[in-house]
């Protein structure tokens, strides 16, 4: 079914990035408009559409829970958190008008008549109100600039930011699409999943399957970092073997010592099983992975691991907002015996130490910082096992011995 007739849609991997940038001219040139109606629950739902966020939660039920509910406020979540993520950036720059459409969409679904658009990113703030501005809609839409932190992006602290308190996650017993922004239910959306919402709208959901796998159909945005040649953002479809994502980028998969997917709460893929691995669910489950919010990041075969896994596992820990316990106590210990793995001390102890931590603060936390931070620290010592025994002997496989 295609809903904007007469223009083609754009059929390759190319879908968001097929925009033709900024401006609304251009845009509404290369997609058409928005149809008056359509049911976005029902056209989401056949899609199969998944949130880009990082947890792949369909975005049907949230809708439809929001909707259910009446007078709801919609949020784009654009804060990108994540240190080596730059897709949300890279969209708003390349098809801002794709994620209003979707605001706009996602809007008149649940009844609302005030949305926002969150980045941590100043210097796209300008940018982003000036983009909105192009649009004469009812929907009231405001660009808000939340601090740059890890936990900026969870929605409960997006919406505490919103609400004019700091922006740190609380207490998950009242969910946000049931009390969120100025206590309206409230729709919180990745703002790549509201510009394949604006697409699906338009060509259907027959269209929106045509690339993808069955359990994940569409395209995804990936970030691609670390040891490669050519860094950058790239659209592929779910099911994307890993090696063709890293040659997007220039790298040969015998060049990578292991890569991290799913980013800073994800975990590690070893460098021998890439070139066996797709971005799916069922393909990165073997390794404890998930696409999540589509970052890819490559360890060169020069680079410690562990020191390299260590320094990640310190920055979250010290990204957390200090309320619950397995963040005050739980996350330092863990990153703390992690780094004296990296330095070598020769004290097996660390080692139990490293997995009673992460055992302890799983399933603690108001939200699901200290869980993520667990999985990454399990895979760490489950990819770089041979590498912990080397550093308890006092070396290191790929720093010279001291
Ligand atoms: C610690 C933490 C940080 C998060 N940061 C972001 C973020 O920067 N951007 C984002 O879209 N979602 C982030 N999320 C997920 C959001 O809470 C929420 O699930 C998401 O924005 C929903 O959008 P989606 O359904 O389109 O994926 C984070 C979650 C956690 C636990
Ligand atoms: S679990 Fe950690 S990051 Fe999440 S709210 Fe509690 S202290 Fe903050």
């Given at each position: 079914?295609?809903?904007?007739?007469?223009l083609?849609?754009?059929?390759?991997?190319?879908?968001?990035?097929a925009a033709p940038g900024p401006g609304l001219r251009d845009h509404l040139d290369t997609f058409g408009p928005l149809?008056?109606?359509?049911?976005?629950?029902?056209?989401?739902?056949?899609?199969?559409?998944?949130?880009?966020?990082?947890?792949?939660?369909?975005?049907?039920?949230?809708?439809?829970?929001?909707?259910?509910?009446?007078?709801?406020?919609?949020?784009?979540?654009?804060?990108?958190?994540?240190?080596?993520?730059?897709?949300?950036?890279?969209?708003?720059?390349?098809a801002p008008q794709l994620?209003i459409d979707?605001?706009?969409?996602?809007?008149?679904?649940?009844?609302?008549?005030?949305?926002?658009?969150?980045?941590?990113?100043?210097?796209?703030?300008?940018?982003?109100?000036e983009q909105v501005g192009l649009r004469a809609e009812?929907?009231?839409?405001?660009?808000?600039?939340?601090?740059?932190?890890?936990?900026?992006?969870?929605?409960?602290?997006?919406?505490?930011?919103?609400?004019?308190?700091?922006?740190?996650?609380?207490?998950?017993?009242?969910?946000?699409?049931?009390?969120?922004?100025?206590?309206?239910?409230?729709?919180?959306?990745?703002?790549?999943?509201?510009?394949?919402?604006?697409?699906?709208?338009?060509?259907?959901?027959?269209?929106?399957?045509?690339?993808?796998?069955?359990?994940?159909?569409?395209?995804?945005?990936?970030?691609?970092?670390?040891?490669?040649?050519?860094?950058?953002?790239?659209?592929?479809?779910?099911?994307?073997?890993?090696?063709?994502?890293?040659?997007?980028?220039?790298?040969?998969?015998?060049?990578?010592?292991?890569?991290?997917?799913?980013?800073?709460?994800?975990?590690?893929?070893?460098?021998?099983?890439?070139?066996?691995?797709?971005?799916?669910?069922?393909?990165?489950?073997?390794?404890?992975?998930?696409?999540?919010?589509?970052?890819?990041?490559?360890?060169?075969?020069?680079?410690?691991?562990?020191?390299?896994?260590?320094?990640?596992?310190?920055?979250?820990?010290?990204?957390?907002?200090?309320?619950?316990?397995?963040?005050?106590?739980?996350?330092?210990?863990?990153?703390?015996?992690?780094?004296?793995?990296?330095?070598?001390?020769?004290?097996?102890?660390?080692?139990?130490?490293?997995?009673?931590?992460?055992?302890?603060?799983?399933?603690?936390?108001?939200?699901?910082?200290?869980?993520?931070?667990?999985?990454?620290?399990?895979?760490?010592?489950?990819?770089?096992?041979?590498?912990?025994?080397?550093?308890?002997?006092?070396?290191?496989?790929?720093?010279?011995?001291?």
């Amino acid at each position: 079914m295609t809903i904007a007739p007469g223009l083609a849609a754009p059929t390759d991997t190319r879908r968001l990035f097929a925009a033709p940038g900024p401006g609304l001219r251009d845009h509404l040139d290369t997609f058409g408009p928005l149809a008056s109606y359509v049911d976005l629950p029902d056209l989401v739902e056949r899609a199969g559409l998944v949130g880009r966020g990082g947890a792949g939660f369909p975005s049907a039920r949230k809708l439809r829970g929001v909707a259910a509910k009446g007078h709801g406020v919609v949020v784009g979540n654009a804060s990108e958190g994540e240190p080596v993520s730059d897709k949300d950036r890279t969209l708003l720059l390349a098809a801002p008008q794709l994620v209003i459409d979707g605001l706009v969409l996602t809007a008149r679904a649940v009844g609302a008549r005030r949305a926002y658009l969150t980045t941590a990113r100043p210097e796209i703030v300008e940018h982003l109100r000036e983009q909105v501005g192009l649009r004469a809609e009812s929907l009231r839409i405001e660009v808000v600039q939340v601090e740059d932190r890890f936990v900026s992006g969870e929605e409960s602290a997006l919406v505490n930011a919103l609400n004019g308190r700091p922006g740190l996650p609380s207490d998950r017993s009242v969910r946000v699409y049931e009390r969120g922004v100025h206590r309206r239910p409230t729709l919180v959306h990745n703002v790549e999943t509201l510009a394949h919402v604006a697409l699906l709208a338009r060509f259907g959901p027959h269209w929106f399957r045509s690339v993808g796998t069955d359990d994940e159909p569409g395209t995804f945005l990936s970030t691609v970092s670390g040891a490669v040649p050519a860094p950058g953002v790239f659209e592929v479809p779910f099911g994307t073997s890993l090696g063709s994502l890293l040659a997007a980028a220039g790298c040969s998969p015998h060049d990578a010592q292991a890569v991290l997917v799913g980013g800073y709460h994800g975990a590690w893929v070893p460098g021998r099983a890439v070139a066996g691995t797709r971005m799916s669910k069922s393909s990165l489950v073997t390794h404890g992975a998930s696409v999540g919010a589509g970052v890819v990041a490559v360890l060169g075969r020069d680079r410690c691991g562990l020191v390299e896994s260590a320094a990640v596992a310190t920055y979250l820990a010290e990204q957390v907002a200090g309320q619950c316990g397995p963040c005050v106590n739980g996350l330092p210990r863990m990153a703390d015996a992690l780094t004296r793995l990296a330095r070598r001390e020769r004290d097996p102890r660390l080692v139990d130490d490293v997995h009673r931590m992460r055992q302890l603060v799983v399933g603690r936390g108001a939200c699901a910082h200290p869980d993520g931070t667990a999985r990454f620290v399990a895979s760490t010592m489950r990819v770089f096992a041979d590498e912990v025994a080397v550093h308890l002997g006092g070396g290191c496989g790929v720093h010279a011995a001291r």
